[in-house]
């Protein structure tokens, strides 16, 4: 919650300093160094964070030497995708200054992403939530500071920048203190095993990751920066709506992975989280015609459609991000690649044909078929499965390994 407040800030502050144009260029920017931070671990995270516990070989030096690895090979993909995209979305994107800002962005968001990983690996999620916190908060307070200050893109993006790099800084410091990973050496073929495994691992998150981002880059490259950054000002309310869903899928997940989810209490809760984003997606539709433009300024007055499209949009994505959660925790990781395949194919088909008749209002209407795409996929999945009818005692001994404290190597 503190974490999506902080952006909320930084969405405002962003807003109100770049306009519509910059922003955008500042939307599209952020959205393909977040799909690059992520793609370019190369499952390698997920690898991590399942073998720690269990294969001697895969152990916290492995995964920072590799981390380091694969950082320069992200750099260099998310260069060429500045420049090629700086002839659709914004030319300020082939701009030396601004690629040099983008590198260190790229860099800084993808070493956050691997240590709070590790965190997540040694079952210290705590932790990894509160230094996402940390910096968030601390990338709010440096763009309302160059709001202020009347800064331009260049100090937006190193804004980001400098709360990633607070967040590994820091990460990085907890991780050399812990007992669980003192006198901890690289294990022999640990690297090529974390990338091995985790290879095979990537297509669904790839999928999931298309599907719940996607949109914006194509916005900005269908319509151009300004319509990317009258989106993504559309796109922070809905956000804000998704906390309620992943923080149940969260712990859905876990007891899923334990064996504890019975088929009445996952409807429940679904229903419940369904129910409550619905209530809520009323309210700020009804608010966002005179909020909007209040916080984030007259000029962005254009994404209050979008932006109420958007948020009933999360009532079709409220079911997908607890019922995906619980698939994946009794062990239908296929089917969940499938259902992220299913939900990418459909953004990319319904935004090519919504988008240049419609504009951005279609973006958000693509979107909301998506996540009912998704969510569909993923009900029939467990419906024809019934994974807490027949593998109870399965998930119960995979959650017993699980909980168990991580081995000191």
Not at 47 to 52: Q, T
Not at 127 to 156: E, K, M, P, Q, V
Request: charged fraction near 10%.
């Amino acid at each position: 919650m503190v974490g999506v407040a902080c952006s909320l800030l930084s969405g405002i502050a962003t807003a109100r300093m770049l306009g519509a144009s910059d922003r955008g260029t500042l939307a599209v920017a952020l959205t393909v160094v977040g799909l690059l931070s992520l793609i370019g671990a190369l499952g390698s995270n997920v690898a991590f964070r399942m073998l720690l516990p269990s294969d001697g070989r895969v152990t916290i030096a492995a995964f920072g030497r590799l981390t380091t690895k694969l950082a320069l090979p992200n750099v260099a993909a998310l260069l060429i995708l500045m420049v090629v995209f700086s002839h659709r979305v914004d030319r300020q994107l082939s701009d030396p200054v601004i690629l040099v800002c983008v590198a260190v962005l790229g860099v800084t968001m993808f070493f956050s992403n691997q240590v709070l990983d590790c965190f997540n690996a040694l079952h210290q999620s705590h932790r990894a939530a509160r230094l996402n916190a940390l910096g968030a908060l601390s990338t709010a307070i440096l763009n309302l500071l160059c709001w202020i200050a009347g800064f331009t893109l260049t100090a937006a993006l190193l804004c980001y920048a400098a709360g990633f790099a607070l967040r590994t800084g820091i990460g990085l410091i907890l991780l050399h203190r812990a007992p669980e990973t003192r006198h901890t050496e690289e294990g022999p073929g640990g690297q090529l095993l974390m990338l091995s495994a985790g290879l095979p691992l990537m297509g669904g998150n790839l999928g999931q990751l298309v599907m719940l981002r996607l949109d914006q880059v194509l916005v900005g490259v269908l319509l151009g920066s300004s319509a990317a950054g009258i989106y993504a000002v559309a796109s922070i309310p809905a956000g804000v709506l998704a906390v309620v869903s992943s923080a149940i899928g969260q712990v859905v997940l876990a007891e899923a992975a334990r064996g504890l989810l019975s088929k009445g209490a996952l409807v429940r809760l679904t229903l419940q989280a369904s129910g409550l984003t619905l209530a809520l997606a009323v309210t700020g539709a009804a608010l966002a015609p005179w909020l909007l433009p209040l916080l984030f300024g007259a000029e962005f007055s254009d994404s209050t459609r979008t932006a109420q499209v958007l948020l009933f949009a999360q009532v079709a994505l409220a079911p997908f991000l607890i019922l995906n959660r619980a698939a994946v925790g009794y062990g239908m990781v296929r089917w969940s690649g499938l259902t992220g395949l299913a939900g990418a194919v459909t953004l990319i088909v319904t935004v090519l044909l919504l988008v240049p008749q419609f504009g951005v209002v279609g973006a958000g209407g693509a979107a909301t078929l998506t996540f009912a795409v998704a969510t569909t996929v993923t009900a029939v999945g467990l419906a024809v499965r019934r994974p807490w009818a027949h593998g109870s005692e399965h998930q119960r001994a995979r959650g017993r390994e699980e909980s168990a404290p991580p081995a000191t190597m």
